[in-house]
């Protein structure tokens, strides 16, 4: 066994009860709000978007819970422990994202749609098709995103308690399953929410708490930390430039082209984020939620450098690589290493910020699955399946079964995808939001001649190419930490599709609205745009 995982493993059994008391409270605490939301459930708003009752603070502290996920917590740090400068960049993309979410998409979304983004798309479009691409999409995108955070539970669990074998680790993803399905069919939008507000205050005490403490060690000289993870590192001064990861061919240099176009692009594509936009009053509201989630979470960012920096300064990168192999443990181990390996505090701190990424982990999975329940009720079954005849009762029925469907699937492919870097992971949902949803929602919203045409083909295209890209590329086959290690079937160059399915999803549907026959409803775009840009009319 690894030194690493012998540290952890060590500490963790000598404090056994500790870590299984403090999971044990969080997971109870959030049980109880959800149960204590689920009884303030009364109708689909409630259940949707919680009613409409949050404010702007409120709000911006739950995006900020919903956008702080298991990537930037423990993928990113990984990152940072294990590429230097290269880590960091995955925090700039999806910092600077939040630039286009709030000045192109957080405003005219709240005011055209209802409670889903396949609303605003059928707004001007053929209901039926438009709103089954659309439900499709979101669950597509919910589900690559579900992945990261499932492998980040089972990567995470397994360290605490000690677990090596594979049968142990699936066990912890189906626990992790089985508790977001809870929340969402118990507690719908309004518990989500405030498991998500609870758990960003929680996230953000960890990560200052861990800063702190590296600074501490440092005494506070940003230089010695710098110098010292460069050294710790074995890559020398190698480790604080450009080029680790991403430099070292021409092939890498795209690539990290294309994550950075799928980062910057992905957020205001991303299901999970647009209907929190919905749980606010006022268009007012959605943007002070905006501005309020870039403050809590450009904070956030800032702090991913003391972790992943300070994680390479006193931890060997071996030991890192041999607990999980994308360096998903960093965070944890650093949290074990600050309080002292043989100790009652490192013990304390370890089961401390595992319990804060578990919690992370179980409020990101709730809001991922509430959005891809919310567009399979809403949109195919109430108004495709039952042509808008449904009756809000069977509509919220429908989304709790789809919740423990949608919750199934996540299960067993996080099990298989234990082994990939999670920050990775959710940069491939980014990808296929931005392919799929993002030139969808742009046009509808600012196109005036935009067709059902053109929104089939750009979601439709933008899907279709980037998840089959991600299927023959390195991520699923073909390397050690790709989802199938012991075959090969990749031809796709690229880890992350994005610099291909992006520009096409724009251009197809550019096209389908060329080639489309249906002449556009001048009305009912004027009726969006006054609409989106002012909010009268708006639910």
């Known amino acids: 066994m690894s030194n690493a995982i012998t540290l952890a493993a060590g500490a963790a059994s000598e404090h056994r009860g500790l870590i299984i008391s403090l999971f044990s409270v969080f997971v109870l605490a959030t049980l109880v709000i959800t149960v204590w939301a689920g009884r303030q459930t009364k109708d689909a708003a409630d259940f949707y978007a919680g009613g409409r009752q949050f404010t702007g603070f409120q709000n911006g502290l739950a995006v900020a819970g919903d956008y702080m996920s298991a990537a930037s917590f423990l993928g990113i740090a990984g990152a940072i422990a294990l590429f230097g400068y290269d880590g960091f960049l995955y925090s700039i993309g999806f910092l600077v994202a939040w630039l286009i979410a709030l000045l192109l998409v957080a405003e005219p979304l709240r005011n055209s749609g209802r409670y889903t983004m396949g609303d605003v798309l059928a707004y001007r479009m053929r209901q039926r098709p438009v709103r089954t691409a659309a439900g499709t999409s979101t669950i597509v995108v919910s589900i690559f995103y579900l992945l990261a955070q499932m492998a980040g539970a089972g990567v995470l669990v397994s360290l605490l308690l000690g677990i ?22 118990i507690g719908g939008m309004k518990g989500t929410t405030w498991v998500q507000m609870v758990k960003a205050v929680l996230l953000m005490a960890g990560a200052l708490l861990l800063t702190f403490l590296v600074m501490l060690k440092f005494h506070f000289n940003v230089s010695d930390l710098l110098g010292q993870a460069a050294s710790n590192s074995g890559k020398g001064s190698a480790f604080l430039e450009p080029g680790l990861k991403y430099g070292a061919t021409s092939l890498s240099k795209v690539d990290f082209i294309s994550l950075s176009i799928a980062l910057v692009l992905g957020t205001a594509g991303l299901p999970h984020i647009l209907i929190r936009f919905y749980t606010v009053p006022t268009a007012k509201a959605a943007r002070k939620s905006v501005i309020w989630a870039i403050g809590l979470i450009g904070a956030f960012y800032l702090m991913t450098l003391a972790l992943g920096f300070g994680a390479s300064a006193l931890i060997k990168p071996e030991e890192i690589i041999a607990s999980n192999k994308a360096g998903n443990t960093a965070a944890p181990l650093l949290a074990l290493h600050l309080g002292g390996v043989d100790s009652t505090w490192g013990a304390i701190l370890l089961s401390s910020i595992s319990a804060v ?8 999975v709730a809001g991922l699955t509430l959005a891809s329940s919310s567009s399979f009720a809403h949109d195919i079954y109430a108004n495709v399946i039952k042509k808008g005849k449904a009756t809000e009762k069977e509509e919220m029925r429908a989304a709790r079964w789809s919740t423990v469907g949608i919750g199934a699937v996540s299960i067993l492919l996080g099990a298989m995808a234990r082994d990939i870097n999670v920050a990775g992971l959710v940069a491939l949902a980014f990808a296929v939001a931005a392919s799929a949803n993002l030139p969808t929602i742009l046009y509808s919203l600012f196109w005036k001649k935009f067709t059902t045409q053109g929104a089939l083909w750009s979601i439709y295209g933008g899907l279709i190419t980037s998840v089959g890209l991600v299927l023959f590329s390195t991520v699923v086959s073909g390397k050690p930490t790709s989802m199938f290690p012991d075959v090969d079937f990749h031809w796709f160059p690229l880890e992350n599709p994005g610099l291909v399915s992006i520009p096409l999803g724009f251009l197809l549907g550019w096209l389908g609205t060329v080639l489309s026959k249906e002449e556009p409803d001048a009305a009912k775009y004027a009726e969006l745009e006054v609409r989106s840009l002012t909010g009268t009319g708006a639910h």
């Open 164 to 185: 090596t074998s594979d049968g142990g680790k699936i066990g912890i993803v189906a626990l992790v399953g089985v508790l977001m399905i809870v929340y969402v069919t």
């Open 357 to 364: 990424a578990f919690a992370t982990i179980l409020a990101v």
